[in-house]
């Protein structure tokens, strides 16, 4: 039993080893390791509709998979007779909200899914955990209306995963898990607007999106990341922040992802980025950014989005201090122009997208440094000609994207200076595409190939 436990969390472990996605986790992980095992008990989808007190005893049941039933009371003391329980499933029941975390205590109870359990008339549950459970590592209790969490004492001494996601949770009304062992906290889709939980040192993984948070600040009523030194992964995408304090990651050193994306920042302190020089991925996408920020020293950063704010120009060497940057989303911003030597020692970016912008120019020599360029996208911008793109011949540069730009000429001579083997996709642009006549190519033509 000991080895299957942990291969779960090597294999959790294993997916936060890229900052290029944001970890999370499924209960059918777990499931799945313990289909085959001589102890496990599967009543799932069983039409139960009741569990009684020592419905059941035996101290060899080690996996019970009660998930998909009817269950709306389950009595306390029902798992009683299962000492050596591991493993408990609940999920998509219709349970009364009284009886959630209501069956009493269990010393080695490890892991317990109840998602989407409770009976959906029944709406603002409020659950109080009086019981105790030493060895539970892993908790979920997402989708059932949860809008109070609280405890009269510490009932998860060895919690490592919480997962309290899409429920009514207030934060006044939110559990002290300060002195927990806590290494995943999933708490999107709730209505948090202040959080602070200072002592989480083992926190790697925190998401906050759609929330009702307006600040990132070390101070009380907004959220504050102090003490959380151990933080990997942060999100807090789709709230309404407005202002983030120059020194709101200041404990955050190890911070390999930062997503900030669908909030109403119109800027940022260049102070911010100080403290992250770690930094991989950066999400500032759709919000109300007039510019990039300011970043002061050097950083880790290989994927950038900035897409949908209302950025309106480049300016010279803009991205001079994330040298090691990959991919690059400028898309559905307002650019019009952008200087010769806004990528200037950008020498690893692979991709790059200025779909949707406002762009009928490029400056001579504005490719020098893209040297690693493979992707490019000019889509929906406002280019009549193609000698406007000003491309040279970068050898690795293999797409680039023109559909919906307002070309009427294309002169082929102009691909003699281009890479071998570049598709060229001109796909559904807004106007008739004609062809010098002089050589003679086919104007139906959607991609071009050199």
């Known amino acids: 039993m000991k080895l299957i436990i942990t291969l779960i969390f090597n294999i959790i472990f294993a997916c936060w080893s890229t900052a290029t996605q944001f970890p999370t986790y499924t209960s059918e992980l777990y499931q799945n390791l313990y289909e085959n095992n001589d102890f496990t008990l599967n009543f799932s989808n069983a039409v139960i509709t009741e569990i009684g007190q020592n419905f059941i005893s035996s101290p060899l049941i080690t996996y019970l998979n009660l998930t998909g039933n009817y269950i709306t009371n389950i009595d306390r003391g029902a798992f009683d007779k299962l000492p050596n329980l591991k493993q408990l499933y609940l999920s998509n029941n219709r349970l009364n909200s009284q009886y959630i975390l209501n069956f009493g205590d269990h010393e080695e109870l490890q892991i317990l899914i109840i998602n989407n359990a409770t009976d959906s008339n029944q709406r603002q549950t409020s659950v109080l955990i009086s019981d105790k459970y030493p060895s539970l590592k892993i908790l979920s209790l997402r989708k059932?209306?949860?809008?109070?969490?609280?405890?009269?004492?510490?009932?998860?001494?060895?919690?490592?995963?919480?997962?309290?996601?899409?429920?009514?949770?207030?934060s006044r009304n939110l559990i002290d898990l300060s002195t927990s062992n806590l290494y995943f906290l999933d708490l999107h889709s709730n209505s948090l607007n202040y959080f602070s939980q200072n002592k989480l040192g083992?926190?790697?993984?925190?998401?906050?999106?759609?929330?009702?948070?307006?600040?990132?600040r070390n101070t009380y009523n907004c959220i504050s990341l102090k003490g959380l030194k151990s933080l990997l992964y942060f999100s807090v995408s789709n709230n309404q922040i407005v202002d983030i304090?120059?020194?709101?990651?200041?404990?955050?050193?190890?911070?390999?992802y930062l997503n900030l994306s669908r909030n109403v920042l119109s800027s940022l302190y260049p102070e911010v980025f100080l403290n992250?020089?770690?930094?991989?991925?950066?999400?500032?996408?759709?919000?109300?950014?007039?510019?990039?920020?300011?970043?002061?020293?050097?950083?880790?950063?290989?994927?950038?989005?900035?897409?949908?704010n209302c950025i309106k120009e480049l300016t010279p060497q803009i991205f001079q201090n994330i040298p090691k940057l990959k991919k690059l989303l400028l898309g559905d911003?307002?650019?019009?122009?952008?200087?010769?030597?806004?990528?200037?020692?950008?020498?690893?970016?692979?991709?790059?997208?200025?779909?949707?912008?406002?762009?009928?120019?490029?400056?001579?020599?504005?490719?020098?440094?893209?040297?690693?360029?493979?992707?490019?996208?000019?889509?929906?911008?406002?280019?009549?000609?193609?000698?406007?793109?000003?491309?040279?011949?970068?050898?690795?540069l293999t797409e680039v994207y023109l559909m919906m730009n307002p070309l009427e000429?294309?002169?082929?001579?102009?691909?003699?200076?281009?890479?071998?083997?570049?598709?060229?996709?001109?796909?559904?642009n807004s106007s008739f595409i004609k062809w010098d006549e002089r050589n003679r190519l086919n104007c139906k033509s959607n991609h071009y190939y050199y």
Do not use: C
């Open 144 to 170: 059932n209306y949860i809008y109070r969490f609280y405890a009269t004492h510490n009932p998860f001494p060895k919690l490592e995963i919480l997962d309290l996601s899409e429920n009514e949770l207030l």
């Open 202 to 216: 083992k926190l790697i993984t925190l998401n906050l999106n759609n929330n009702k948070f307006r600040y990132i």
């Open 245 to 256: 304090e120059s020194n709101a990651f200041i404990d955050n050193n190890d911070l390999l």
């Open 276 to 308: 992250l020089p770690n930094l991989e991925v950066l999400d500032l996408s759709e919000n109300n950014l007039n510019s990039f920020p300011q970043i002061l020293t050097e950083m880790q950063i290989t994927i950038l989005y900035l897409y949908g």
């Open 333 to 396: 911003n307002q650019i019009l122009e952008i200087d010769v030597s806004s990528f200037n020692g950008l020498y690893s970016l692979e991709k790059l997208d200025l779909s949707n912008n406002k762009l009928s120019f490029l400056p001579e020599s504005w490719t020098k440094s893209l040297v690693s360029l493979k992707y490019l996208d000019l889509s929906n911008n406002q280019f009549a000609l193609l000698e406007s793109l000003s491309l040279t011949n970068n050898s690795l």
């Open 409 to 428: 000429y294309l002169n082929v001579s102009y691909f003699e200076n281009l890479p071998q083997n570049l598709t060229i996709n001109l796909m559904n």
